[in-house]
RNA sequence: GGCCCUAUCGUCUAAUGGUUAGGACAUUGGCUUUUCAAGCCAACAAUCGGGGUUCGAUUCCCCGUGGGGCUACCA
């Protein structure tokens, strides 16, 4: 069998969008899966969408997901005269023609179907001219395109890996344009030569290009050519069952970087979008991921981007990574706040309840905080009295001071704080909430122990004493 | 309008011509606990409708209906 070769064809058209970022991972899994190649091509044939920076876009964005490519990226701009050369063969093999017809005339006949409930499409008119004709308007310099002779009669039809058999009869096919006025090609041209010159087998693109492949195996048949294998997978949606768009959320690949997500979460997640190993996995590695993934897996229904289980996901994947690790990411969220304390231990603190690495920001944010903003009462736990916090706060200080400035680690003061509710007959909750409270002026934290020791003695201290002085 | 694709819990999905239709997220409750998370346990929740085929269909076929995509000298 012939080496597995992919390709990932993006326009520079904006950033990279998420929804074709899922098909690049499918188009990587499955070279990888192979040994194969995956190249990554960029179609940058509509002069008018081009966008400056996209081109880097996509490249960070592979780059930063880890989506090695072997060839590329090539640039269809560097080849017209390929795309050229090829439109003139199919017009002297009879599989094409020049069409003179102007927009003006398009729009036109376009209007009148549409009044008459007619289906829409060019209606040949070019297609029965003499070939003088074709000669002298080429000679008078009159502007063409050159378009794909669609056979009047007959059926189309493709296997696709996740579909089956798709059948198109030939006449709700109108004759593409290949060639624009401009001489830039169509997608439709370009691509199926690449594809061709590049020897690719598998031909993996999102469902909207489905209707439009009968009109990519009649070129190929044109020219000769052998079809490659077609995978169409669901498209990505949004929360209203249409396709995934700006108006969903953040669509562009590389913005769940900035959100705060883990590459590995995200391909993980999108994975899942429309293709599972048909039993309960549901985190994989990207080896797994490689070894299980399969194009006939693929669904057909297309996916809700569930940003929900993407943040759980995320979270799960945080928190097996280790503290060392995670400190390190989490840095540019922390605000230059990396010397202050121990970052591994800062961290520590939040690993359990982070869902996204942006997270640790709001999460720390009382730690760096010189004068914590929080209402007396707080302090005071439910059902008690302001008089016994405050004695309560006071002893609690009295302990803190007495313990050694290297005993002051959460297992040790765990202890110690255990020992004094238990000899004074007082409540966990009544020491406890006042003290939680004085260090991290929020309703919910994580433990007192854990953060009085990031904090270090000294600033327990005077965070308690503030707190008392706050009651009294 | 025409063409194409599609249909299992709210969401992502598994399964089989005969199952208590399974898992995950979310939601709700419980346990744990100094609070909140995390974790553990539990609950809630689905085969779009109608015809066939069949002893039996959620599964196979047809027709509806819903949803989506395409319908550019964009990709």
């Not at 040994?35 to 964005?61: M, Q, W």
């Not at 080896?287 to 981007?305: P, Q, R």
């Not at 010397?339 to 359990?352: I, R, S």
Request: glycine share 6%; aromatic share 10%; net charge neutral.
């Amino acid at each position: 069998m012939s080496t597995v070769r992919v390709r990932f064809a993006p326009s520079p058209t904006g950033y990279l969008h998420i929804g074709s970022f899922r098909t690049a991972f499918f188009d990587w899994l499955w070279a990888r899966k192979n040994n194969g190649k995956f190249i990554l091509r960029i179609e940058d044939t509509d002069r008018s969408r081009y966008v400056p920076g996209a081109v880097e876009n996509i490249l960070e964005a592979l780059k930063w997901y880890g989506l090695d490519f072997d060839e590329g990226p090539i640039f269809q701009s560097e080849r017209l005269d390929l795309y050229r050369k090829y439109a003139r063969k199919l017009v002297e093999k009879g599989g094409a023609y020049h069409c003179f017809c102007t927009e003006e005339r398009l729009d036109q006949i376009r209007k009148i179907q549409e009044a008459n409930k007619l289906p829409t499409g060019y209606d040949g008119l070019c297609r029965t001219l003499a070939p003088e004709d074709v000669q002298r308007r080429l000679t008078a310099g009159e502007a063409y395109v050159i378009r794909q002779k669609i056979p009047n009669e007959g059926l189309t039809s493709f296997h696709d890996i996740v579909r089956g058999q798709v059948a198109v009869a030939n006449t709700t096919l109108d004759d593409t344009v290949l060639l624009k006025s401009d001489s830039f090609p169509t997608y439709h041209l370009a691509h199926v030569i690449d594809d061709h010159e590049m020897a690719i087998t598998h031909v993996i693109r999102a469902e909207e290009w489905l209707p439009s492949t009968p009109r990519h195996v009649l070129l190929y048949k044109a020219f000769g050519w052998i079809p490659p294998i077609y995978a169409h997978p669901a498209l990505v949606l949004g929360t209203d069952r249409s396709k995934l768009s700006k108006r969903h959320g953040a669509t562009s690949a590389l913005e769940y970087r900035e959100l705060g997500y883990l590459p590995e979460a995200v391909l993980n997640f999108i994975v899942l979008l429309g293709w599972n190993p048909k039993d309960d996995r549901e985190i994989f590695t990207r080896e797994e991921l490689i070894k299980e993934f399969d194009l006939s897996k693929l669904n057909k229904a297309g996916a809700i981007f569930n940003i929900e289980k993407l943040d759980w996901l995320n979270g799960q994947y945080i928190k097996k990574m280790p503290l060392k690790d995670l400190a390190e990411k989490c840095k540019p969220w922390l605000d230059g706040n990396i010397e202050t304390y121990d970052l591994e231990k800062v961290v520590a603190l939040f690993h359990d309840r982070m869902k996204k690495l942006s997270d640790i920001r709001e999460l720390s944010a009382f730690l760096f905080s010189r004068e914590l903003e929080y209402l007396g009462d707080l302090l005071i736990p439910k059902g008690g009295e302001k008089e016994d916090t405050v004695r309560g706060l006071s002893l609690s200080c009295d302990i803190l001071k007495s313990i050694g400035e290297n005993d002051f680690v959460a297992a040790a003061t765990k202890k110690v704080f255990e020992e004094f509710i238990k000899q004074r007959a007082l409540t966990t909750k009544g020491i406890l909430w006042p003290l939680r409270v004085a260090v991290t002026g929020l309703a919910q934290s994580p433990g007192v122990f854990e953060v009085m020791e990031v904090l270090g003695k000294a600033e327990a201290i005077r965070r308690v004493e503030m707190a008392i002085g706050r009651l009294k």
